[in-house]
């Protein structure tokens, strides 16, 4: 069967060319007897032959010296000058040779590995792995791995003496994003503090992710003992910087606390509209009719009149107490209140046909948006096709999402991965893939976890040229192939009875430290014994069982602290 796959194609060509680069000589001196003709040209040959055969074992013998050298420390060469010539290069290209094939970050995350001693040592190390820094390489340090926060500072103050890195508001609040969702709440306080020193004032996204990293977790004490010490961090306490608390405090579903606080700041701040719109929209996420009203009473007797986005979040919050009609009479009478029906009021009338399994009067009210001029915004499409996907209306789902990209309104990574993953849940993956293909055509970049999903999928119906097309498409975009990945390629290929092919990948897998599970293993190698594949199946488990003492040895390794 033909390849789909150039990944493949240069796994094939790589192992053959190794396969059979001895195999040749000696199958040619099996051929010599037969052949007609005269001796003088055979031993000719035999001593070329010879020479070959004596040349590639020269060189893989000095190859084998070199490495043993490099394990035990010694020179390979009993030559002192040469010796002393040789450790010389060694040290100037030790730090290349080691980590070469490892991305600027995971050099520079390495630095944390050494264990280290001092401030000085650390700074000279991350000076040393001469990466070109940028702010996106900064960004992945500190966001991947499993680095500590008293690394992630020190890393961060050393990036910020670079000449590359500005020492701006941006690059503050990648770090103190970076450190509230690990809960290094310490260190970021010493980060905010470290910005007031320098000049650099908290604007509301810098207050919103400081905010929003204690209420997740489940820090409300500290966030309102946060918003208030912000005098000292530069910021007056106003409208603004409570409209934000509010708001980290409604969408994590602390709604009580937010209330009681919106209280306690009565008369003391100023509240404005989008004050109590943030506080109803909490409500209406509880489905609380009652304490929603309460709240439009005290916001139309401070002289505030209810807007488009009140009443969409009115009506979202009698969807979700069950009272449709009463949303529909709301929705219906917001043009007699001077609040024509814009996108967000539709957007929660389809929520709440789609919550009740109303399909075709959410699709009503959604075609009705384009006669009267209200455009659909991804929220619209992200409600509709979600629904639709959860209920199996997976032809109405795809019809819709084809509309969503004819309207130019391309979805974010994780709003691709939420489509794929109920599609590959059930059913064949056609579905999957036309939304994959789709997202992919309009310049969408799928997720890791999205790719997984296709590829388990399809390995499991058997569909091995889709399977090895995502395969290379995945690695295409810049993504790796970890255990799961090597697994489902290994069962797709045993699947449609590829079982060479299935053993070239299982020993690509295991060259990159990746073993995989018994019950892969044991599907491709029952499938090798019953095609009588006796001898690939024996090399097989050697192989395994060298892979499976030196996971053992990684395990153990990494349970007594020792880093390699």
């Not at 579905?431 to 789709?438: G, P, R, T, V």
Request: contains cysteine.
């Amino acid at each position: 069967m033909a390849f789909h796959s150039p990944q493949l194609v240069g796994f094939l060509s790589r192992f053959n060319r190794s396969r059979y680069s001895l195999s040749y000589l000696s199958s040619s001196f099996s051929l010599f007897p037969f052949l007609t003709i005269n001796v003088q040209s055979n031993a000719l040959n035999d001593e070329r032959l010879l020479n070959q055969n004596k040349e590639l074992s020269n060189f893989d013998e000095h190859r084998v010296m070199n490495e043993l050298a490099d394990l035990l420390g010694i020179s390979s060469n009993t030559s002192a000058q040469n010796s002393y010539k040789e450790s010389n290069v060694e040290k100037q290209t030790e730090s290349k040779g080691v980590d070469g094939f490892l991305l600027p970050e995971e050099r520079l995350r390495g630095v944390f590995l050494q264990k280290l001693k001092g401030k000085t040592a650390i700074e000279a190390a991350l000076t040393s792995v001469n990466a070109d820094l940028s702010l996106d390489i900064v960004g992945k340090v500190v966001n991947q791995g499993n680095l500590g926060g008293e690394a992630i500072v020190m890393f961060f103050k050393w990036a910020i003496k670079q000449p590359n890195i500005r020492k701006d508001i941006w690059s503050y609040n990648m770090i103190i994003k970076a450190l509230g969702r690990r809960k290094y709440f310490d260190f970021m306080g010493e980060i905010l503090h470290d910005m007031v020193k320098e000049g650099i004032d908290l604007d509301l996204e810098t207050l919103s992710i400081v905010l929003d990293s204690f209420v997740r977790a489940g820090h409300v004490y500290k966030a309102v003992q946060m918003f208030g010490n912000l005098q000292d961090f530069g910021v007056k306490r106003d409208t603004e910087p409570l409209n934000v608390l509010l708001r980290c405090l409604c969408q994590r579903l602390h709604v009580g606390a937010a209330n009681s606080f919106f209280n306690s700041m009565r008369g003391k701040i100023l509240f404005n509209g989008m004050t109590y719109n943030i506080i109803v929209g909490g409500w209406s996420k509880l489905g609380q009719i009652v304490e929603i009203e309460r709240v439009l009473k005290e916001m139309v007797a401070e002289g505030f009149s209810p807007d488009s986005l009140t009443f969409s979040y009115l009506i979202e919050g009698l969807g979700r107490a069950g009272r449709i009609n009463d949303a529909i009479e709301v929705f219906d009478t917001m043009k007699e209140k001077g609040c024509g029906p814009d996108t967000n009021s539709y957007n929660a009338m389809i929520s709440n046909y789609i919550s009740v399994g109303d399909f075709d009067e959410s699709m009503k009210y959604y075609k009705s948006m384009s006669i009267l001029n209200c455009d659909p915004n991804m929220d619209t499409y992200i409600r509709l096709i979600s629904g639709l996907l959860k209920a199996r209306k997976v032809a109405d789902a795809l019809e819709v999402f084809e509309e969503m990209l004819d309207r130019g309104i391309v979805p974010s990574t994780g709003t691709v991965t939420s489509f794929i993953e109920p599609l590959c849940s059930y059913g064949p993956p056609h579905a999957a893939m036309m939304i994959y293909k789709k997202a992919r055509k309009v310049g969408c970049k799928l997720s890791l976890t999205a790719y997984k999903l296709l590829l388990r999928r399809l390995s499991g119906f058997g569909k091995c040229g889709m399977l090895l097309d995502s395969w290379y498409e995945m690695q295409e975009s810049g993504y790796s192939s970890d255990r799961e990945v090597y697994e489902y390629v290994i069962t797709g290929l045993c699947t449609v009875g590829q079982l060479e092919n299935a053993v070239l990948v299982m020993e690509e897998s295991l060259r990159r430290g990746f073993c995989p599970s018994r019950l892969v293993y044991s599907k491709l190698s029952n499938k090798l014994l019953a095609s009588n594949k006796l001898e690939t199946a024996y090399k097989l488990f050697l192989k395994i069982k060298v892979a499976r003492r030196n996971a053992n040895a990684r395990r153990l390794w990494r349970s007594n602290g020792w880093h390699f």
